[in-house]
């Protein structure tokens, strides 16, 4: 839904029809489905309810409970999911073990992987419940955990269920092996750091360049209780960075866009703040064949050339790079080329200001919702100041952050997104006119230009690997030609660390990080781990 803020790990308590194969890029196989037959048109999915699935209270798992859960979620489900179920023209249980899923013709091939991913809810449990209440309420589950003890905003416990229907499938082998799942949760990443460092939780993802370069040094750390790795991370990088919202007046002229790219030193954040941790972002398909590079391929020419005119003429050339600075925080030529495009503009300095052609002075503020980003903000704020731009950084807590987002109601904010080695219908979430008036929706720039809503459709429609590939590229050229966004960086790998109670496969899966899908609890370990303690 698109109100409250779900738990993480919620979607350990949930059985899907099917479930993604971690080192293959888009296969599915079946988990609650036993067999999907497919019709001869492609329009219908039939799938095939296991016999022995069930909910946690030991109701069977029928067809018209995935009917139901379906179909909740198209209606009032949250507007990501309902706009990605669009193309979902009817849904229906023909039997106790079949559901029908009938799409439009123009649906994206990734939709029924969706559809057969989405969570299966017992019809019964919300007979008597209104599926819109956010509550504290555990909802009745089918998946391999059940939820257990939890306090709001501190942590919540899952716990194995010992005669889960699913355990001995070809698609769980190896996977769920730990008795109980705990998420930890802290407002502020250097109090999460130091209750790592107290074993207050074993393991952490970590996403703060300071704290992997300087704070692992705390004595668990030095006698090998605490371990680190690094390891590749196979799936596009995608882009990250401060999204302009262009729905508000003054942020809809690109020049002034690109005025903010230009204050923006990265090099010198990535080497005094990120100790060079990081690659700069250039494009929304990073780290992926998808990402345009160079001057237009014959194929991405012959797609380019029917919307000359209709985009900028840059995107029949190199596509758009952030320009690199010298690194000392504060690139006069950068900062002389960031104030010509204000004044080309029409935002000239007025007592020391800088103001629009109205006359308005520009304001913007940074929206956060906890503070690790605070120090990237500082220089860049400052070199806006220098070009008479009044900026401000506001953090708020994590329940408000989300509203003001899901309401569009903020100048610019950290976003992050990344899509499958196979994009397709999730572009339009992110890029789309539709999704751009569409509250909730993860496009947050408000990017709405009918050329990349003809291009996402092209995507969609790709027959073949080629034809995806090239639309991709295009979209991606086009994309950057309207200045949406001033890109951050990005690392192909995962920092992990980890207290040494845990066992792994020798291999991680390509496509996923593996914890804690396919670790386990090494008690042997443990035990050592306790007498060194």
């Not at 840059?314 to 495009?341: H, I, N, T, W, Y």
């Amino acid at each position: 839904m698109l109100k409250g803020d779900a738990a993480q790990g919620m979607e350990l308590t949930f059985a899907v029809l099917m479930v993604r194969a971690l080192d293959e890029p888009d296969a599915m196989y079946g988990l609650a489905a036993r067999a999907v037959r497919i019709s001869a048109d492609g329009m219908t999915y039939r799938f095939i309810i296991r016999p022995q699935a069930r909910f946690h209270d030991s109701s069977k798992l029928t067809a018209a409970d995935a009917a139901f859960s379906f179909g909740v979620l198209k209606e009032k489900g949250h507007p990501i999911i309902r706009q990605l179920m669009r193309d979902v023209e009817s849904i229906a249980a023909e039997d106790e073990t079949t559901l029908a899923v009938k799409f439009s013709p123009r649906r994206g091939r990734e939709i029924p992987l969706f559809v057969a991913g989405l969570p299966i809810f017992s019809r019964a449990y919300y007979s008597t419940k209104n599926f819109e209440d956010s509550t504290l309420d555990v909802p009745l589950g089918s998946g391999p955990y059940r939820v257990g003890h939890f306090e709001a905003g501190r942590f919540i416990e899952y716990e194995r269920v010992k005669d889960w229907w699913g355990a001995g499938l070809p698609v769980a082998r190896g996977q769920n092996n730990f008795d109980t799942v705990r998420y930890e949760f802290y407002r502020d990443r250097d109090v999460a750091f130091e209750g790592f460092t107290a074993g207050s939780y074993l393991f952490r993802e970590e996403f703060t360049s300071r704290i992997w370069a300087t704070r692992y040094d705390f004595p668990a750390m030095r006698d090998g209780r605490v371990r680190r790795d690094i390891i590749r991370d196979d799936t596009p990088s995608g882009a990250q960075g401060w999204f302009f919202n262009t729905r508000r007046e003054k942020l809809k002229d690109k020049r002034l866009r690109e005025a903010f790219i230009c204050a923006f030193d990265f090099e010198w954040t990535n080497k005094t703040i990120m100790y060079g941790s990081y690659d700069r972002t250039h494009s929304v398909f990073q780290n992926s064949p998808m990402m345009a590079m160079g001057k237009p391929a014959a194929d991405e020419l012959a797609l380019l050339e029917p919307f000359r005119g209709k985009v900028a003429d840059e995107a029949f050339g190199e596509p758009f790079v952030p320009p690199v600075s010298d690194g000392s925080g504060q690139d006069r030529a950068l900062l002389r080329k960031a104030s010509a495009l204000l004044q080309d503009a029409g935002f000239v300095i007025k007592d020391g200001k800088r103001v629009t052609p109205q006359g308005e002075r520009i304001s913007v503020e940074f929206l956060l919702d906890e503070p690790s980003f605070q120090p990237h903000h500082m220089p860049f704020i400052k070199n806006l100041g220098t070009l008479g731009i009044e900026a401000t950084l506001r953090i708020v807590d994590p329940v408000q952050y989300r509203k003001r987002v899901d309401d569009f109601d903020f100048d610019l904010t950290v976003q992050r997104f990344s899509f499958s080695s196979t994009p397709g219908d999730s572009l339009r979430s992110y890029f789309s006119s539709q999704a751009a008036a569409l509250k909730g929706s993860q496009n947050l720039g408000g990017i709405s230009d009918p050329v990349i809503d003809l291009l996402i459709e092209r995507i969609v429609a790709a027959n073949d690997r080629a034809s995806l590939v090239t639309a991709c590229k295009v979209l991606d050229r086009v994309i950057r030609t309207g200045r949406y966004w001033v890109p951050h960086w990005y690392k192909a790998s995962h920092w992990l660390a980890y207290w040494d109670t845990f066992g792994r496969p020798a291999a991680k899966p390509r496509y996923a990080r593996g914890i804690p899908e396919t670790w386990w609890y090494d008690r042997d370990k443990a035990a050592k781990l306790e007498q060194r303690g």
